[in-house]
């Protein structure tokens, strides 16, 4: 109950934030009238770019597969050197409020718009969908309420929140809810290494075992691999037999549980291996990837691909260097966003170790995402830990409400400008049609981890969004017929491949691993396409091109001294 009061009191609170940042114009509505400072717009951009997948999954991937996983953090980080690099301040310096109209300048072609804002719009809610999956199952494990209520909590303050001021309106509670969310990390995390070294009871070296007597409840029917024997009090269906509550010995091998089943390990007992993970030979614990099951180095290529390029065309991100008020402005903001990120990132890691030493049933249950949510009562009884439970619980809400804000900004621009003809009133329905999706997508989700949705949303955006961007910026023998081949090319089959997955599609080898993680063939198809289309209609350069490459490349202040 007390969590659910701070979670009420946070979403109030930045409501409060909200109510004082009115748009006056389009330009208030989209860019923030061009107006925010590096170190403000920089902390907006990490509030939203620390999404659920960053605040719970990625302790939960380490607690499951161990420190290999961090170079998924890496990528992100090194993403946004590339996008400091290549695109921050051209981008800005084009003028544009949205992707959608940066396609629309550079190219002067409708039919290119369109397919971009299509490509907004498709990244936009496959990043929605892990929102509302972190949401769910948060409220779920702190007050015991159906999933469905976290979807319907995340979407009610994104709408009291995005709808009375667009980009405006969320620039000051992004940054406000990066900082609440650093603090939730830092504090716990702190506090957590030092009981543990304080009591060292818990052996790190060790491969994952119970630390005590524990209760584990199956989520879901597994075959699981005891690698020693172990004395478990059983409830429910085991091996095909039911029992109810008396002790067996398990011998070293495969057994089966039924969904439901309660299995009771003794303390010192390892954590047997579950087909939630796989498995693999030699003495590591699980693959150094949560997808491709079966070719596990080609779907990790693929993704590390899909995060670094993705981060380049993610549209939420992206048309926040549009607020800075120049290129300059927006090279400096993209450089406090690494060091930002990188403190953060500092923190999962520590929590995924600690939650092999006192959470390990969760690589049981499957429900790994949970791990930060509770360890604080499995380190601390008592207040301590509810206390720490609250904090926890109010940032990851803040990771769920700022990330979904700026998606929903960055879609509802994109809908409006090329359906409802832009404006306060378009943008307010097109906020709502950004949500309605995904919530409606949401029961449907067969993806485990809301991690893997990510990496979805992120191979679609390197596919389509990055070829476009990088030629658009570098390149100016670019076409309209090349740029919307391009897209179109490697948008489809990176979105195709994720709505395959979302329903429930094969796991299983090569289709399965390029269904999970596509960016290792979309990417490259992207690129090419879009070269050799236009190669082939050198023809249809458009007549601006050189004025707008000049634009971009060239500081302000010398195009304001040449224009006319």
Known sequence: MITVLALALLIASLVGVTARSRP????????????????????????????????????????????????????AAAGHVVLLALVTAPLRRSGAYTLSDFAGWRLGSRNVRRAVSACVVTIGWFYLLPQFQGAGVTLSVISGLPVWTGWVVVVLAVAVLVIPGGMRSITGVQAVQFWLKLIAVVIPGLIFLAVWRLHNDADAARPPYFHRTTTVRAGASAAIQMAAPAVVAVRGVLDGRRHRGERIRLGAGVHRVRAGARLRFPAGAAVP???????????????PFAGGRGHPLAAAYSMLLGILLGTMGLPHLVVRFYTNACGRAARRTASIVVLMLAIFYLFPALFGTLGRLYTPELLMTGETDATLLVLPHRILPGIPGDLLTVLVATGAFAAFTSTSCGVVVAVSGS???????????????????????????????????PIALMTLAFAVSASS??????????????TPAGAGAGVVAGAAPAAVA????????????????????PAIVTVPLGFTVMIVVSLLTPGRVPSGTGRAMARMHLPEELVLERSP
Request: contains cysteine.
């Open 24 to 75: 006056a114009h389009a330009s208030d509505l989209y860019a923030a009238s061009r107006e925010v400072s590096p170190w403000w717009n920089a902390s907006a951009i990490s509030g939203e770019y620390i999404t659920a997948s960053a605040f719970l999954g990625m302790a939960g991937l380490v607690l499951a597969y161990g420190a290999d996983m961090l170079w998924l953090p890496i990528g």
């Open 273 to 287: 291996h579950t087909s939630h993970l796989t498995l693999l030979r030699g003495d590591r614990w699980a693959t």
């Open 415 to 449: 809908i409006s400008q090329c359906l409802l003809g832009g404006g306060l009133s378009g943008f307010r329905l097109s906020a709502l049609i950004a949500m309605a999706v995904p919530l409606c997508l949401a029961p449907w989700a067969c993806t485990p981890q």
């Open 465 to 478: 969004l990055c070829p476009l961007l990088v030629l658009g910026i570098w390149w100016w023998r670019l």
């Open 498 to 517: 994720g709505l395959v997955q979302i329903l429930g599609g094969p796991r299983t080898g090569w289709l399965g691993m390029l269904l999970e993680q």
